[in-house]
C-alpha cells in the first residue's frame, strides 16, 4: 500500500502544499479548488500519516472504499459516502478501493471575500462540528453530486465573474449540508469536533474582527486579552487551541489579521494608510512591514497583482 507524508505532523497551509505531498504538480488556486476525485487522488491502495489542512475539505464518494481518522476517531468510508473536514484538526486517510467522486476545498479568507453574511452563525459546522460521514440515498447522492459538477464546470470556465458565481453556488451547497446535518441521525454516546472552549474562542475571534472593521473597538486583541475575555488563563487558553488545532493563539491572530488586510486590499477603494487604520495599526508603515513579513509582498504589491 503507498504511504504518503514523512513521518511527521505536517501542516498544509494551502491547497496547493497538500496537492505537491499527493505528487500532484499541476497549478491550482490556493483558496479555492474543486477536483474530480478520479483524477486527484491514487489509482492504488493509499495510506496517509496524520497531517492538518488549515481549509476546508468537502468529499462526496461516489464509490470506492477506505477510512478516515479524525482526532483519533475512525469512520468507515463506502459508496455514496459524504463528509467534511474544518481546518486544524489532526487527520489521515485510508483508500482501499480507489475513490470517484469530488473534493471541494477552499479557506475562509475565499468565501468572505464574496459573501458579506455572517459566516460562522449561518454555518456553524464550519466552526465547531467534525462530523461522521453522511451515507446517501441515491436522490440525494444525485443531488449534492449535482451541485459538486455545477461547481466544477464553474471553476473551470473563464468569466469576469467567475468567483463570485462560485461563491454563491458554494453558499446554496452550504445550506444544503446545513439541511442534510438537520436530518441526518445522531450517533449517540459520542462527541465530535473542538471543545467548547477552542469553539468558544473560534466564535470570540470572528466577532472581535467583525467589531475592528466595523470601528466598534480600537484594537486588536492579543492572547491574554482575548484569554481574560473568555475568562480563562491565557497559558490554558494557548494549551487548547495549539492541542486542537495545530496553531498557536498568536498565529490564530495573525492569520485573521491578515486575511482581513487582504480582502480589504482586494474588494475596496480604501488606501493602504485607511486600512492600515481601520486594522487599528497606528503607523501605516508598521502595517506595511507587519504584512509583508508575513506575505511576502507589500500591501501594494499585493493589491497589484
Known amino acids: 500500500m503507498k504511504r504518503i507524508n514523512s513521518d511527521q505532523i505536517t501542516t498544509y497551509n494551502s491547497i496547493s502544499e497538500f496537492l ?3 505528487g500532484k504538480l499541476e497549478v491550482q488556486e490556493n483558496d479555492f479548488s474543486i477536483s474530480s476525485l478520479d483524477c486527484y ?6 495510506k496517509s500519516n496524520p497531517f492538518r489542512t488549515n481549509f476546508f475539505n468537502f468529499l462526496m464518494i461516489v464509490d470506492g472504499a477506505g477510512s478516515y481518522t479524525i482526532d483519533n476517531v475512525l469512520f468507515k468510508l463506502m459508496p455514496a459516502s459524504f463528509y467534511f473536514t474544518t481546518p486544524g484538526h489532526l487527520k489521515s486517510f485510508i483508500i482501499e478501493k480507489p ?3 469530488f473534493i471541494l476545498s477552499f479557506t475562509e479568507k475565499f468565501i ?6 455572517n459566516l460562522f452563525k449561518e454555518f456553524p459546522f464550519l466552526v465547531a462540528e467534525t462530523t461522521p460521514p453522511i451515507y446517501l440515498n441515491k436522490d440525494m447522492e444525485a443531488d449534492v453530486s449535482k451541485r459538486l459538477d455545477t461547481l466544477l464546470e464553474h471553476y473551470q470556465t473563464e468569466s469576469k465573474f467567475k468567483y463570485q458565481m462560485i461563491t454563491n453556488i458554494l453558499i446554496a451547497f452550504l445550506y444544503k449540508v446545513k439541511e442534510m446535518l438537520f436530518e ?6 459520542q462527541q465530535f469536533g473542538y471543545s467548547m472552549l477552542v469553539v468558544r474562542f473560534r466564535k470570540y475571534l470572528d466577532d472581535h474582527f467583525r467589531d475592528v472593521i466595523s470601528g466598534k473597538v480600537t484594537e486588536i486583541f492579543n492572547g491574554n486579552q482575548i484569554a481574560s475575555a473568555l ?9 487548547e487551541v495549539k492541542k486542537e488545532t495545530g496553531r498557536t493563539l498568536t498565529k490564530w491572530i495573525t492569520d485573521r489579521t491578515i486575511m482581513e488586510a487582504q480582502c480589504l486590499l482586494k474588494n475596496s477603494s480604501l488606501s493602504i494608510s485607511e486600512i492600515a487604520y481601520k486594522l487599528t495599526f497606528s503607523d501605516p508603515t508598521n502595517f506595511t512591514k507587519y504584512f ?3 506575505t511576502g509582498f507589500s500591501p501594494k504589491q499585493y493589491r497589484d497583482q
Open 20 to 22: 505537491l505531498s499527493l
Open 99 to 101: 475513490w470517484k467522486g
Open 41 to 46: 487522488l491514487s489509482d492504488e491502495p493509499m
Open 231 to 239: 475568562a480563562v488563563s491565557a497559558d490554558h487558553l494557548g494549551s
Open 112 to 117: 468572505k471575500e464574496y459573501y458579506l453574511g
Open 184 to 189: 441526518a441521525p445522531r450517533l449517540e454516546g
Open 292 to 294: 509583508k513579513k508575513n
